[in-house]
T-cell receptor
Framework: GAGVSQSPSNKVTEKGKDVELRCDPI?????LYWYRQSLGQGLEFLIY????????KSGLPSDRFSAERTGGSVSTLTIQRTQQEDSAVYLC????????????FGPGTRLTVT | KNEVEQSPQNLTAQEGEFITINCSYS?????LHWLQQHPGGGIVSLFM???GKKKHGRLIATINIQEKHSSLHITASHPRDSAVYIC??????????FGTGTRLQVFP
């Protein structure tokens, strides 16, 4: 069956521009996660949605980052006024049973800010 | 000190060897995840456990809640097991805390 999909797979943008990253979770999965992996670094948790709500937004690196999820399905991560330090692979994962469920990861979006 | 520590950071092995990767954490947890990240970047969830032991094929994961320690074992290792193995803990605060990963290379 279809797994978690993310788009675009690669995005190159100029410093100062806004970008939107999209995640389509596996159908029926109630929980959705966003992570970031900078070059040579470990995974960093950004935000978790249960349904459409994100109980804790404190993992987002700055107020330039925002995320929303509509209809309990698709999620978008928006980065405003991108900076070079935002360059990373942004990964999305979903799980069926919520936070304690097994997570299925998407292929990621590689963002490069020039 | 990181809340989740993995050891070793890098590990090389000959095909067929038994491999152990360790994860220690300093926070209370509701669950612990083991993830595998292949050289191409794709991430696969291997195990999610909150107590005891789980086995899947040649992979075994154990956790000792009292000692705040988990191990991932690979029996009869194979070059295709070469990847980065990541431990992550769910501390119950809607966040996952990740270890820095263990890079495993298995040579034929």
């Amino acid at each position: 069956g279809a797994g978690v999909s993310q788009s675009p797979s690669n995005k190159v943008t100029e410093k100062g521009k806004d970008v939107e990253l999209r995640c389509d979770p596996i159908s029926g999965h109630t929980a959705l996660y966003w992570y970031r992996q900078s070059l040579g670094q470990g995974l960093e948790f950004l935000i978790y949605f249960q349904g459409n709500s994100a109980p804790d937004k404190s993992g987002l690196p700055s107020d330039r980052f925002s995320a929303e999820r509509t209809g309990g399905s698709v999620s978008t991560l928006t980065i405003q006024r991108t900076q070079q330090e935002d360059s990373a692979v942004y990964l999305c994962a979903s799980s069926f049973t919520g936070r304690l469920g097994e997570q299925y990861f998407g292929p990621g979006t590689r963002l490069t800010v020039t | 000190k990181n809340e989740v520590e993995q050891s070793p950071q890098n590990l090389t092995a000959q095909e067929g060897e038994f491999i152990t990767i360790n994860c220690s954490y300093s926070v209370g947890i509701s669950a612990l995840h083991w993830l595998q990240q292949h050289p191409g970047g794709g991430i696969v969830s291997l195990f999610m456990l909150s107590s005891g032991k789980k086995k899947h094929g040649r992979l075994i994961a154990t956790i000792n809640i009292q000692e705040k320690h988990s191990s991932l074992h690979i029996t009869a290792s194979h070059p295709r097991d070469s990847a980065v193995y990541i431990c992550a803990v769910d501390s119950g605060s809607d966040k996952l805390i990740f270890g820095t990963g263990t890079r495993l290379q298995v040579f034929p």
